[in-house]
């Protein structure tokens, strides 16, 4: 077994599920994590399906862990009770949050409002564990993005060098997780592979490391890449064991040493469109920063773009401002090697 790597698989399907409303079950574990000061604890409920998916979802969020837990004394933004045996989550929103990514989503149900103006929500999880799981995830991710859109959200990964950094804006399969970790096991620093969070005042990136999720056919290539590290709660799972179906896919930990620190401001030197095609070369083409800008916005990328109420000119403003004040390329391959090569070759280019 690889020290520290782990793998948890996950899935998406769909199925009916009956309505159930919180109960007042003793819980067996809590889990909290902090996504940049805002709040989130998962509660999981007397049963095993909900034991379960509490590690499964600490095994996602691992490096937003809150290592103070749940001694605090203030309530979390969000908290998410499990309900296994029902296979529903409830969620409940503290009062001045925003709630869209819940109004807007079929499997989520307003069951109640507080005097206080909190809300609280059934959330179906399907008859089998991937439903359920998968939910219970995406309530947490949506929830944060919602709430966090202080920042530019880019769908991109990303990764630094020093006080230095690429964005790789991209849709799945475009094969930016692939090239991230590679640069990674090159050296890089990892940030995230799907969320790019940057900080409009100064146009600086920061962390958004969310486990990685990798299909069944990139699991061999980082076999000698040990991620994880001793900190990770599930040390004990084999490299990808659990694997099932074509649709599941394996959770792999970034360890903390491969992380950018958090208090590091990354500059953006770099915007990279990577584009995998099979039988490529590798061909690193400039792209003129309107082309970049339409790309990001057309393709959906410019994740604050979708939020209801966002002054969407003065997210535009922004991202022109990111796009026009650095080099913008696309990057075609099917050669990852080659691809860590030509990107750690820009530096010498444009920045030495």
């Not at 869209?100 to 929500?121: I, K």
């Amino acid at each position: 077994m690889q020290r520290g790597l782990n793998m948890r698989a996950i899935g998406h399907r769909k199925s009916e599920s009956s309505k159930s409303e919180p109960s007042k079950s003793k819980h067996r574990a809590v889990a909290r994590y902090n996504f940049y000061g805002l709040t989130v604890e998962v509660r999981a409920r007397a049963d095993d399906a909900s034991m379960v998916l509490i590690r499964e979802l600490d095994s996602i969020y691992i490096r937003f862990i809150d290592k103070r837990g749940c001694r605090r004394e203030t309530e979390a933004d969000l908290i998410i009770e499990l309900a296994g045996q029902e296979r529903c989550s409830f969620a409940r929103l503290r009062s001045g949050l925003k709630s869209f990514s819940f109004d807007g989503w079929a499997l989520a149900e307003l069951v109640f409002v507080g005097a206080d103006g909190s809300r609280l929500y059934r959330i179906d999880g399907g008859s089998d564990p991937f439903g359920f799981q998968t939910n219970a995830y995406y309530a947490v991710l949506a929830f944060v993005l919602s709430n966090l859109d202080n920042f530019l959200q880019i769908h991109a990964g990303a990764v630094a060098r020093g006080n230095s950094g690429i964005v790789f804006p991209g849709e799945s399969g475009s094969g930016k997780t692939t090239l991230v970790l590679s640069l990674v096991r090159a050296g890089y620093k990892f940030l995230s592979d799907e969320v790019c969070l940057i900080n409009p005042s100064n146009l600086s990136m920061l962390p958004f490391p969310r486990s990685l999720f990798l299909s069944r056919d990139v699991v061999g290539l980082f076999n000698g890449l040990e991620i994880g590290d001793e900190s990770s709660p599930h040390t004990e799972y084999e490299r990808g064991e659990s694997l099932g179906g074509p649709d599941r896919k394996c959770v792999v930990e970034i360890g903390k040493h491969m992380v950018s620190p958090w208090g590091l401001p990354i500059n953006i030197d770099f915007v990279i469109f990577p584009k995998y095609q099979r039988g490529a070369g590798a061909e690193l083409k400039t792209i003129s920063g309107l082309e970049a800008l339409v790309r990001l916005i057309s393709s959906g990328n410019v994740l604050n773009m979708t939020h209801p109420g966002i002054a969407k000119g003065q997210v535009l403003d922004n991202i022109s401002s990111l796009i026009t004040g650095v080099p913008c390329f696309e990057l075609i391959t099917s050669r990852i090697d080659e691809a860590v090569k030509m990107i750690g070759d820009l530096y010498g280019r444009y920045l030495l």
